[in-house]
């Protein structure tokens, strides 16, 4: 099935076909109301507007929550044929700082919330709190631009170094949003909920940009709280949901304490990190629709694999996408057999154009014939669904042995005391590496490390047993509430 035809080359055009076939119906909606797609392309117009050839640069920051606002922004960016930039809004001061000189920003959309953030170096802070919609610019001026010209320049999130830019054109994401359609069988009558920042692949491509090229409804919610996403499931009949583990870890303790009629829902996905097994079953006992795991990263454009609805394998994150092609290789390049592990990788319409002024990165990423490096250890199974071993850079090397965390995460988050862990490596005199696990407990549950050990015991291979064990409040979590395994 094709979405899009071979006139239909850029997300300008998919916007502007959207919003003529489905101009009285409603876009979006967020905390301060609805907009139809007349509308919307109204106030994209009139935004884009503000975007003089002559006074800003090429690329143009959006510094703003999950609204309205985002979406005209960056809409409007692309309209005059310029590159959104969407920035982390989390990031710390000088990280922030750092994105908006590496990708050469001299105007930022904002509001007046997030208008502290930015430093007075900038040239033009635009406030849509401020903002009067002026006249749109013509139809003759709008640039509609070309396939392998850039959509967006997202930038990965960096802990103990600074982001990458990576760059995505048109065609990384038409071909991305031809897969998910493809798979899922999206359509204009789908009401889809955007919980993820948008500022993040996952959340901008299947929470912008696939349902406005559908012509389907956003509702957007710009802090995610449990009874917040129960409640607007509930009231807009949302169909979709694209979120995290950890955001389903939420959502079962605040299902579990309050009715809500869920019946609307027709697709769970879990994506940004892998999914544990007590979550996934939990989630299905509770829960209208079963959750299903995907995999995917910046550098493809969001989603490479899925399970889908009538065709999944629990633990797996499913079969690559319809147009993606899956490898496993050794640590010499070399394709490995079905059932072998090695590392991860993606070739593709999806797969990015490179690191923004990082050439040498952009080489070691991505091979000659355009196969991008992944960095993540799998295996590929009889029925070609893709398996997740581990981080590449994760691994625990013990006496020799590579061992994945998230095997040992995975006991320990069964345990019936315990809410979430993560589990590091730190250097060890005999063995090199051994495991250190990080621990949040469940709310009123007492537990010591000695009772986790001898559970762990029980269910793994003693190498494998973490030697350390500490309690945390909570762990780290990155903008997308992935573990930060680094700042552990």
């Not at 994209?44 to 003089?52: E, P, V």
């Not at 922030?96 to 930022?108: E, G, K, Q």
Request: neutral net charge; proline residues 6%.
């Amino acid at each position: 099935m094709r979405l899009y035809s071979v006139t239909i080359m850029t997300l300008v055009e998919s916007f502007l076909k959207s919003c003529l076939k489905h101009a009285q119906k409603t876009a979006l909606v967020d905390e301060n109301g609805t907009i139809t797609y007349e509308n919307l392309r109204k106030r994209s117009l009139a935004l884009a507007s503000n975007l003089s050839p002559q006074k800003t640069s090429n690329h143009i920051g959006i510094l703003l929550p999950n609204s309205k606002e985002f979406v005209i922004a960056f809409y409007g960016t692309l309209l005059v044929g310029k590159i959104p930039v969407p920035l982390n809004y989390l990031l710390s001061p000088a990280q922030l700082l750092y994105v908006i000189h590496d990708a050469d920003i001299n105007t930022v959309f904002t509001n007046n919330v997030f208008k502290s953030f930015l430093t007075d170096q900038l040239e033009h802070i635009l406030s849509v709190d401020e903002y009067s919609d002026t006249f749109p610019i013509e139809e003759q001026n709008i640039k509609k631009g070309a396939e392998d010209e850039l959509a967006a320049l997202l930038y990965t999130s960096g802990t103990n170094a600074n982001p990458k830019g990576v760059m995505l054109t048109h065609k990384n994401f038409l071909s991305n949003l031809e897969g998910c359609i493809d798979a899922f069988h999206f359509t204009e009558n789908d009401v889809l909920l955007g919980i993820l920042p948008l500022f993040h692949t996952y959340a901008l491509t299947t929470t912008l940009i696939l349902p406005i090229s559908t012509g389907a409804t956003i509702v957007y919610l710009e802090r995610f709280s449990g009874p917040k996403v129960l409640d607007a499931i509930e009231k807009y009949k949302i169909t979709a949901l694209f979120a995290i583990p950890s955001m389903y870890r939420v959502l079962l303790r605040t299902a579990i304490t309050a009715r809500h009629n869920l019946s609307s829902l027709k697709l769970c996905t879990s994506g940004g990190e892998l999914l544990p097994g007590d979550v996934l079953e939990s989630f299905n006992k509770i829960f209208p629709v079963p959750l299903i795991e995907g995999y995917g990263l910046t550098e493809s454009t969001a989603i490479v694999s899925v399970n889908l609805p009538n065709k999944r394998k629990p633990g797996s994150i499913g079969p690559p996408l319809s147009n993606i092609e899956i490898k496993i290789v050794d640590d010499n390049g070399t394709p490995q057999p079905v059932n072998k592990e090695g590392e991860i990788w993606v070739k593709g319409p999806n797969v990015m154009k490179g690191y923004y002024k990082l050439p040498k990165e952009s080489a070691e990423a991505l091979t000659s014939d355009n196969w991008l490096k992944t960095g993540d250890y799998g295996k590929l199974d009889e029925d070609g669904f893709l398996w997740i071993t581990g981080r590449k850079k994760e691994l625990i090397i013990i006496s020799g042995e590579n061992v994945s965390p998230y095997e040992i995460e995975q006991v320990i988050n069964c345990h019936e005391k315990v809410f979430e862990a993560a589990v590091i490596g730190v250097p060890d005199k005999i063995r090199g590496e051994v495991p250190k696990a990080y621990i949040v407990l469940l709310e009123n549950t007492t537990c010591s490390g000695e009772e986790i050990k001898e559970y762990c015991m029980q269910r793994l291979p003693h190498y494998k047993v973490p030697k350390y064990f500490t309690f945390l409040k909570e762990l780290p979590h990155g903008p997308t509430g992935k573990i930060l395994k680094r700042a552990l």
